[in-house]
């Protein structure tokens, strides 16, 4: 299928605050509570209109023990967009994002939307962080906030389609040079990931 | 002028043939060997391999250009070129030159199959004519089609006559039109298809319409697609009949018109030539291919005894392989330019048969091990021999894979104490076939360590008695720990919230620890904390559950207990299951500690060996900033325990125990090796690539990756054991 853009995401956050299963709700649909834990990064990929453009968003999942940090930093090269999660029931996971973000900052390319998740919105009996406090880290820092249940796929569409949204804009703003592939967007009105293979005679 | 002319018709010229076409690369340049006993068993109009000097063939690609430049000039009279070509013809017959071949030594080569008359179009107006041909050299089979010299095709006449004047006649037209021929000797070179290995290619489509020319295609791997060759008097059955004899064919379940070629077949076979071995060796003997890096000081340490090292290799390869096709190599040199190819020939392969002998190279002796190693004749020997000097036992190709170790067999390899009577020999009997469930807890403990070497069947009684004790306390010492304790460690806390989750998160596709707080789970959740325990310093990393987790599927099948295990049983499982974790975690801590220092050695060391051994692989990754081998990161870290099944990981693991040191890097090395057409292929960033490797999980083929990783092992020789040990040395805490 044809698209006018490729963003590339990339999903941050400690360990089990539900990044794997936020892409996997959001690709397929479906809440999967038994998989396998991530070990580097896995890829998830779907297609979205926005404006009556097709974009096709990669996403890369990552893992979220801090040993893997030296690795994920060589991911965040070239990403548009960057969900950061924490899960609300651990309020850890909240009180880390300082340190996420500081290497977001420092490895992605400036230009980044980043969407702050506070994820497990279907648990709020066991709730450790409340929405303000979400919501005042995210104006803080200047980021778009909501609260997610990969489980009961709460806000999951919109988490994706709001960064790709806001990436869009700016595009449209002209603040991204989109021939400049380290921004994370591809124009592309064909295969980004796989071209097309060529099938040519020897000339 | 004769001879740039003949070697532009000879080798052509890959680069010019199909630009930025890396997957073509090393195909015919690169393999100076094939290319040599081809080209002496195709000369015919082309006349032998005349332009090919001896190996290595690099200094060739100067004499090739400057002969197409000649070639090339549009003010060359196309007369005088079709007059060098018919006197070449004249003096050498097509069909003796064969047997000629044959009698000079490469009675390894021979042509299962030829058409003349063949046909391509690589436009509507323009024809070429050629002879499509089947070239078999020990057990590979090559594709080639080339075209005639102008003129000096057999069927020349006869097709044309068939074709009607008329096109004679647009021919001339346009040859005007363009001011020179339209079958100019270089457009008819540049569609020529060099012996091209089966292995290369991935489908074979007829089209056999009711009217009109019945032609085939030829796809190779890399999805590159040949011009059609049209069979212009008929024949695509038998040539395709013919094909079938000699290679396994696989009808395509989307289309009946098309076969697929690399479907099946002997998988040692496919995976040597998928590796193309010959284009690794061929890679660090151009020397000027081989640079290190600016400031890698310890590579750089190395250059000076690489360089050594290659230069032995180089002259044992022009050794073996001017023995080996002694006739093609002088023709190539000494009988060039004035006898015509009848006469030189003959003579010529005398006098090399005569040389080899007086050499005393052991001719028939090589050729007997070469018989089983497939196309790439020189280099394997070198392999070999590098190969039995390092492991002390021959190789994996030469050996069949025997049936998994049973637990009887394992039993006849203890002495009448229960000593392991002969390490080496039971390593390299797991390593070769692997081994039954039943007989892997012992076979495990005795490849971890957890079995002192040496230790007799009491004295192993013994220790496991010990163990369990130990294990027994070490688990107490957490389960003990009260509620106002526990309120004060909350670093312990955390881990076991950690290990709870993951033991939740791992294998749980798995029937074994499919239940949600199962026995399975339980016990792997004991053995993860009783580690962090046992080894506070490094604590729990994310990876670990996965490298215990066949550990104790491993160890629970020792106990006959169908179900549900009772408290004594599933403390013995967890305690033998723990300490070889703890054995395992012995070699593989420090890819788990905070600064990652043994991944990055590692991926280094993964990096050197591209270097050493795939030069083209590793300029190509260069030039993409890949050669950060991060994406072989998951690989290493916990030995492709997510690339594979999990009944293969356990094979994976007792081979990669059983082998060579560093055997594990050599794998990953040929994972990227058996997908280096489809990268080469592609300009992948390091995203791509990333993406990639991570999409591979699942799809890999063990055993031959694991024969593969062997070769490339012994194959890197002691430059791949020092770049190996450094990494390993750097690994170790």
């Known amino acids: ?203 | 002028m004769e001879g740039p002319v003949l070697r532009e018709g000879m080798l052509c010229t890959e680069q010019e043939a199909l630009p930025g076409g890396l997957s073509r690369e090393g195909s015919m340049c690169e393999r100076p060997q094939i290319g040599l006993a081809l080209g002496a068993a195709l000369r015919d109009d082309w006349v032998g391999g005349r332009g090919i000097g001896g190996p290595p063939s690099f200094p060739l690609h100067e004499t090739t250009f400057e002969g197409r430049e000649e070639i090339g000039d549009p003010e060359a009279p196309p007369a005088e070129l079709e007059d060098e070509y018919e006197g070449v013809c004249a003096g050498g017959g097509s069909s003796e030159e064969y047997s000629d071949v044959e009698d000079a030594g490469s009675q390894h080569t021979e042509v299962v199959y030829v058409k003349e008359g063949v046909c391509m179009f690589p436009s509507p107006k323009q024809r070429i004519m050629g002879r499509l041909s089947l070239i078999k050299q020990y057990r590979c089979l090559f594709l080639c089609w080339l075209p005639y010299a102008a003129g000096a095709s057999p069927l020349e006449d006869c097709s044309s006559t068939a074709n009607g004047g008329s096109s004679n006649g647009a021919a001339a037209a346009a040859a005007e039109a363009h001011g020179g021929g339209v079958e100019s000797a270089k457009d008819r070179t540049m569609y020529a298809v060099h012996p091209v290995p089966l292995s290369d290619v991935r489908a074979i489509s007829k089209h056999t319409p009711p009217l009109g020319q019945h032609r085939v295609t030829v796809t190779l791997a890399s999805g590159v697609s040949l011009p059609s060759l049209h069979f212009q008097t008929g024949g695509v059955k038998a040539f395709l009949s013919c094909l079938r004899q000699h290679a396994p064919l696989v009808r395509s379940a989307d289309d009946p018109n098309t076969w697929l070629v690399n479907d099946t077949g002997d998988p040692l076979q496919r995976s040597l030539c998928s590796l193309e071995l010959t284009d690794v060796l061929i890679g660090p003997l151009a020397a000027g291919r081989w640079q290190v890096a600016e400031g890698e000081a310890g590579l750089r340490a190395q250059l000076g005894d690489l360089i050594d090292r290659f230069q032995q290799l180089t002259q044992t390869a022009k050794d073996t392989a001017s023995s080996l096709f002694a006739g093609s190599v002088l023709l190539g040199t000494a009988g060039a330019p004035e006898a015509g190819p009848g006469g030189t020939s003959g003579a010529a392969s005398n006098g090399a048969a005569g040389a080899a002998a007086e050499g005393g190279l052991g001719l028939e002796e090589r050729r007997r091990s070469s018989l089983e190693a497939s196309t790439s004749l020189g280099v394997f020997e070198l392999i070999e021999g590098s190969a039995a000097e390092a492991a002390g036992s021959s190789p994996a190709w030469t050996r069949a894979r025997p049936p998994p170790l049973t637990l009887a067999e394992l039993n006849t390899f203890f002495d009448a104490e229960g000593r392991l009577a002969n390490p080496a020999a039971f390593r390299q009997r797991v390593h070769d076939g692997g081994v039954e469930p039943e007989a892997r807890p012992e076979a495990w403990k005795l490849l971890l360590g957890v079995h002192a070497p040496g230790a007799t069947r009491a004295e192993r009684a013994a220790a496991a008695a010990e163990r369990r004790r130990r294990y027994q306390a070490m688990r107490a010492q957490w389960r003990g720990m009260d509620g106002e304790q526990m309120a004060h460690c909350s670093k312990w806390r955390e881990r076991c919230t950690r290990i709870d989750k993951d033991v939740r998160r791992t294998d749980r596709s798995h029937r074994f620890y499919a239940r949600e707080r199962g026995q399975a789970g339980t016990m792997l959740r004991n053995i993860l904390l009783s580690y962090e325990r046992f080894n506070q310093d490094l604590g729990y990393v994310q990876g670990m559950s996965d490298l215990a987790s066949p550990l104790l599927y491993v160890m629970r099948g020792a106990v006959p207990t169908a179900g549900q295990l009772s408290n004594e049983e599933a403390l013995g499982v967890e305690a033998e299951a723990f300490w070889a974790f703890k054995a395992l975690m012995d070699r593989l801590e420090a890819n788990f500690s905070s600064d990652s220092r043994a991944m990055h050695a590692q991926l280094l060391a993964l990096r050197s060996l591209v270097q050493l051994l795939d030069p083209p692989l590793y300029a190509h990754l260069e030039a993409r900033e890949c050669l950060s081998f991060f994406y072989c990161y998951r690989w290493l870290l916990i030995w492709m325990k997510r690339e594979f099944p999990f009944e293969e990981v356990l094979r994976l693991w007792e081979a990669l125990w059983a082998g060579v040191p560093g055997l594990h890097l050599y794998l990953c090395l040929a994972v990227l090796e058996h997908h280096r057409r489809q990268i080469l292929s592609s300009d992948w960033a390091f995203d791509d690539m990333l993406r990639f490797c991570v999409e591979l999980s699942g799809k890999l083929k063990l055993e031959p990756l694991l024969r593969d990783a062997e070769l490339l092992a012994s194959y890197a020789g002691p430059v791949g054991r020092d770049i190996v040990a450094a990494a390993l040395a750097a690994s170790s805490i």
Request: glycine share 8%; charged share 20%.
């Open chain 1, 1 to 203: 299928m044809s698209y006018a853009y490729l963003f590339k995401y990339i999903i941050i956050g400690d360990t089990g605050v539900g990044k794997s299963c936020l892409l996997l709700q959001f690709t397929d649909k479906r809440f999967q509570p038994v998989h396998d834990l991530t070990i580097g990064v896995e890829f998830g990929a779907r297609m979205i209109s926005i404006d009556g453009k097709q974009i096709k968003l990669q996403i890369w999942d990552t893992a979220g023990q801090e040993s893997f940090r030296s690795i994920t930093r060589s991911y965040y090269r070239g990403a548009a967009g960057a969900l950061l999660v924490y899960d609300i029931t651990r309020r850890e996971t909240f009180e880390h994002l300082a340190s996420w973000l500081e290497d977001a900052r420092q490895h992605a390319n400036p230009n980044m939307t980043i969407m702050l998740i506070g994820n497990k919105a279907d648990l709020s009996h066991r709730r450790a962080v409340t929405t303000e406090e979400g919501e005042q880290f995210a104006k803080e820092h200047g980021l778009v906030f909501l609260e997610t249940s990969a489980k009961t796929a709460l806000n999951v569409e919109e988490a994706f389609i709001n960064t790709a949204r806001a990436i869009h804009a700016k595009i449209a703003s002209g603040a991204f040079d989109v021939s400049n592939e380290s921004y994370g967007i591809k124009a592309s009105a064909g295969q980004a990931w796989q071209p097309p293979q060529r099938v040519v005679a020897y000339r």
